[in-house]
């Protein structure tokens, strides 16, 4: 019998149709899987995978010599990635592990994982401000700071107390604390003491330019000096509108070759910062501090003065007062006096406040 080709097709043919037919749907499907995979890794780098508490940004401080290992610990502990796999994972892929940078980031909720890497891996870190005032001594100033930036307090007195610090600066001991004026200031987190320490004497270099310095000329000391007096104006008052005229009166008696007779500075000497009422005994202590025993300024400030004080010595009052007290009505204000008559009628007020309130020592 004869087949009629033409109307039932030939065998080979239905068969290369069938082959095509599948090559069709495999391709298919391997561009499905294909498209399914690329998707999943898209989704796997560019999902939001970080979570904030309160959708608020969170600081992330990354020590000097942090691991890979130390980073995500840092990030977990503090909850910050959802899928820490795909984190991770990502992170190799980008090489993170090793180009571990310190510092301090902020971290915004919704991050996906190669913002994240992205911003850890750049070094691109927030500044912060870190402010430190009303400070007796270089151990508070390195306790202050200590807490703000990288380096702890141990470090940062350990330098302030070595010989290298009073050579490279030609400064000695007792006026070092002078050189750090309080204010805020913005720093690297990882700054190190020494960085600290630099930015600071540039800080003190900038403040004294050549107006500060003719100023301080004129009143006839030098710029430690100027400094020393501001530290016991400092802790005579914290009234700044007052302090050029307290500045006056001590600049009046240094100039009349008086002994300045200033309260805090016996205070100092002894040590006592509890002490609020100087009685005779105190003022008879031994020390080159106490300047009702000594003549002129003490060996250095007594405290670091800020700028205030510093500002009111270079723009002191000019008066004809010699003495003042404290008022009265412990407002926190004094009295002026130009004859020692007018100020023992002021003391007896104030002491007589004293009395009535229980303040003996």
Excluded at 115 to 134: A, D, H, M, W, Y
């Amino acid at each position: 019998m004869t087949y009629n080709h033409s109307r039932y097709g030939s065998p080979r043919k239905k068969k290369k149709n069938g082959f095509k037919k599948y090559l069709f749907l495999f391709l298919f499907f391997v561009v499905l899987a294909a498209a399914g995979a690329g998707y999943y890794l898209y989704t796997l780098v560019f999902n939001p995978n970080v979570w904030t508490p309160g959708g608020k940004e969170v600081s992330v401080f990354i020590p000097t010599g942090s691991t890979y290992e130390d980073i995500k610990s840092i990030l977990y502990s503090n909850g910050l990635v959802v899928h820490r796999k795909n984190f991770e994972w990502w992170a190799e892929k980008k090489n993170y592990p090793s180009i571990v940078k310190p510092g301090h980031y902020v971290i915004s909720n919704g991050l996906n994982n190669d913002e994240l890497i992205n911003l850890l891996r750049s070094g691109n870190q927030v500044p912060i401000k870190v402010t430190f005032n009303n400070l007796r001594n270089l151990y508070q100033l390195a306790g202050k700071v200590g807490k703000q930036i990288e380096p702890d307090s141990t470090a940062i007195i350990n330098l302030l107390k070595s010989q290298a610090i009073l050579t490279n600066e030609n400064i000695d001991s007792a006026n070092l604390k002078g050189l750090f004026l309080p204010n805020t200031y913005e720093f690297w987190w990882n700054t190190s003491a020494q960085g600290f320490v630099d930015r600071m004497f540039e800080e003190n270099d900038k403040f004294w330019n050549k107006n500060r310095k003719a100023k301080a000329s004129e009143v006839g000391l030098t710029t430690e000096e100027i400094v020393t007096l501001a530290s016991i104006v400092e802790k005579e008052t914290n009234k700044n509108d007052e302090k050029p005229m307290l500045a006056g009166i001590y600049i009046n008696r240094l100039r009349s070759q008086w002994r300045l007779q200033a309260d805090p500075t016996v205070v100092y000497a002894i040590g006592d910062f509890n002490i609020r009422r100087v009685l005779n005994k105190h003022k008879k202590f031994d020390s080159p501090y106490n300047t009702y025993e000594h003549l002129g300024l003490p060996p250095g400030p007594i405290c670091i003065p800020s700028i205030s004080s510093i500002d009111a010595v270079l723009n002191y009052t000019s008066s004809d007062y010699m003495f003042f007290c404290a008022k009265d009505d412990l407002s926190g204000y004094h009295a002026f006096a130009k004859t020692n008559a007018g100020h023992r009628k002021n003391a007896k007020a104030y002491q007589k406040a004293l009395d009535e309130m229980g303040i003996y020592r």
